[in-house]
């Protein structure tokens, strides 16, 4: 876009709601949230503007804000009956009955650049397409949606890894696991939903004692799975500290797919003979998928 013309420019800034700042390093623009603004068109912007000192950037700020507030159509939601309020709904009603936008909403509080909070929420839903998608995005990668800010996008990281801390549970009140059937409920309600979506390959190793109760889950390593990355000596250094019996592998394919590679199998069989030498013996290695009935079980197809 060529900005040459005032109208032009403060227009542009009225669109992004972007407000410009004095400071002695120069003339900067920052968001409806406070945040620092990279701006493309900054130096046009500057010049045609003459930004060249403090009182020509408050002048234009104010301007700009004026016109940001004068093309707002939304509806606030504290001006929303009180029984379609999110939060209200919520206490009312319980949280399974809201929408994926309006849990969102209570997370963010307000909204930003003409935008209630719900509309926010599902804005960045949306742009992301899932829960799952959220949970893989960077702090980076939400403040790029617009309207979200560093204060917005920490509180949905941390309300999204309490829900994964909450589905994990603490070990200590898991059922024995005495057989490759008992492995594999556990790891499938254990891991399943934490590494469904995620990037890259994570390795983990379920320590269990002499009674076959769940001692820890102890992660491994995180990348690429292959000998030079999952260290054997790793495996049994945790099931030592721990006192471990017995131990069960895990690690997931980004792909979706379950089948064992070669890679896979050569890595197995090297902590297992690992461990025989400090008398652990390994349950099973379980591959998870992206859905819960979705793995592949060593022990099972009598690979262990």
Not at 196 to 201: I, L, P, S
Request: aromatic share 6%; net charge neutral; with cysteine.
């Amino acid at each position: 876009m060529d900005i040459s013309k005032r109208e032009e420019a403060v227009a542009y800034l009225v669109q992004r709601a972007m407000y410009p700042m004095w400071s002695k390093a120069g003339t900067w623009f920052r968001d409806a949230d406070g945040g620092r603004v990279e701006e493309p068109q900054g130096m046009a912007i500057v010049q045609v503007l003459d930004l060249v000192s403090s009182g020509a950037c408050n002048a234009v700020r104010k301007e700009v804000q004026l016109r940001v507030n004068a093309e707002r159509t939304y509806v606030s939601i504290k001006d929303w009956a009180i029984d379609e309020r999110p939060r209200e709904q919520l206490a009312k009603r319980g949280a399974d009955t809201m929408s994926n936008a309006r849990l969102l909403a209570i997370l963010f509080r307000t909204g930003s650049h003409g935008k209630s909070a719900e509309e926010l929420g599902r804005d960045v839903f949306n742009r992301f397409g899932g829960w799952g998608q959220l949970d893989q995005a960077s702090v980076e990668d939400l403040c790029d949606v617009r309207g979200v800010g560093l204060a917005k996008a920490v509180e949905l990281k941390a309300a999204i890894e309490i829900g994964k801390r909450l589905q994990q549970g603490p070990a200590s009140t898991m059922k024995r696991v005495t057989s490759a059937e008992d492995a594999i409920d556990y790891v499938c309600d254990r891991f399943t939903p934490q590494l469904r979506d995620a990037g890259k390959e994570f390795f983990y190793v379920v320590l269990l004692d002499i009674r076959n109760k769940v001692i820890k889950d102890a992660e491994v390593s995180r990348g690429s799975i292959s000998a030079s990355v999952v260290d054997p000596a790793d495996i049994v250094r945790e099931a030592c500290i721990h006192h471990a019996s017995r131990v069960v592998l895990v690690h997931n394919h980004p792909s979706g797919e379950c089948d064992p590679s070669k890679e896979d199998i050569d890595t197995t069989n090297k902590i297992t003979q690992a461990l025989k030498y400090v008398g652990v013996r390994v349950l099973d290695h379980i591959i998870v998928g992206r859905a819960r009935q979705d793995y592949f079980s060593f022990a099972r197809a009598g690979m262990v």
